[in-house]
T-cell receptor
Framework: DAGITQSPRHKVTETGTPVTLRCHQT?????MYWYRQDPGHGLRLIHY???????DKGEVSDGYSVSRSKTEDFLLTLESATSSQTSVYFC???????????FGPGTRLTVL | QKEVEQDPGPLSVPEGAIVSLNCTYS??????FMWYRQYSRKGPELLMY????GNKEDGRFTAQVDKSSKYISLFIRDSQPSDSATYLC??????????????FGKGTKLSVIP
């Protein structure tokens, strides 16, 4: 998984609770991404980062926030989890923006 | 019309068969084309990467791009049970201000039967 770890790997939470997912890389890549993967929708970009403290929205960013205080860590926060955010979340990294991305092992999140 | 169309399958073939996986796209600005393989409950892994029309071969895998027809394919020769996975196509284009948009197909689930 190209030196990418995600934590936790599985989480079950209740509607309305805050949730933070962590992505950690050891590759020193500049770009980091958060995707969600759902049946019938494929992989969809939530947020991405192009450097420390530099982030931008993807196509499904509502209800999510991110932070990147160090090159190696990219956090995804669900401020108040909803059942529609039940999904598998993947972190990805890349050296450049030309689309060649390496993915982490994923976090399976269930919101009850 | 979605930007990237990929038949979800499932596709089931006998071991040793030649497999053809395909994606069509509508955005003529797509420049880079990728195939990812995703095993069950794992993250996608990059399989093939190309940016020009024509064929690119890597072992039993061949990626084909036809920009005039907006069509890409992945061929797997001598398919093995270990090839059973979901295959995702992906393609990227420059958006405004030099940023790149990467769009994934929804994936085709392949089963290779021993």
């Amino acid at each position: 998984d190209a030196g990418i770890t995600q934590s936790p790997r599985h989480k079950v939470t209740e509607t309305g609770t805050p949730v933070t997912l962590r992505c950690h890389q050891t590759e020193n890549h500049r770009y980091m991404y958060w995707y969600r993967q759902d049946p019938g929708h494929g992989l969809r970009l939530i947020h991405y980062s192009y450097g420390v403290k530099d982030t931008d929205k993807g196509e499904v960013s509502d209800g999510y926030s991110v932070s990147r205080s160090k090159t190696e860590d990219f956090l995804l926060t669900l401020e108040s989890a909803t059942s529609s955010q039940t999904s598998v979340y993947f972190c990805a990294i890349s050296e450049s923006e030309t689309g060649w991305r390496f993915f982490g092992p994923g976090t399976r999140l269930t919101v009850l | 019309q979605k930007e990237v169309e990929q038949d979800p399958g499932p596709l089931s073939v006998p071991e040793g068969a030649i497999v053809s996986l395909n994606c069509t796209y509508s955005n003529s600005a797509f420049q880079y084309f990728m195939w990812y393989r995703q095993y069950s409950r794992k993250g996608p892994e990059l399989l093939m990467y190309t940016y020009s029309s024509g064929n690119k071969e890597d072992g039993r895998f061949t990626a084909q791009v036809d920009k005039s027809s907006k069509y890409i394919s992945l061929f797997i020769r001598d398919s093995q049970p270990s090839d059973s996975a979901t295959y995702l196509c992906a393609m990227s284009a420059i958006q405004g201000a030099g940023s790149y948009q990467l769009t994934f197909g929804k994936g085709t689930k392949l089963s290779v039967i021993p």
